[in-house]
């Protein structure tokens, strides 16, 4: 019984890690591709005004 109360805890254990290890990313990931939506909507912006310079860079 030792045994599969163990095995319960470590899928319990990694259940809990992998549960907050996907927040956290989830929470990076859309800031991060919340910033690089502002910085092309500035740089867009910027052509706008300024129809000589060159187009933005692709990512």
């Known amino acids: 019984m030792e045994k599969s109360f163990t095995l319960i805890?470590?899928?319990?254990?990694?259940?809990?890690?992998?549960?907050?290890?996907?927040?956290?990313?989830?929470?990076?990931?859309?800031?991060?591709?919340?910033?690089e939506l502002g910085d092309l909507i500035e740089s867009l912006r910027g052509n706008n005004s300024n129809s000589s310079s060159a187009p933005p860079p692709h990512s």
């Open 9 to 35: 805890q470590t899928i319990a254990t990694a259940g809990v890690f992998s549960g907050i290890s996907f927040w956290y990313g989830f929470m990076f990931g859309k800031e991060s591709a919340r910033k």
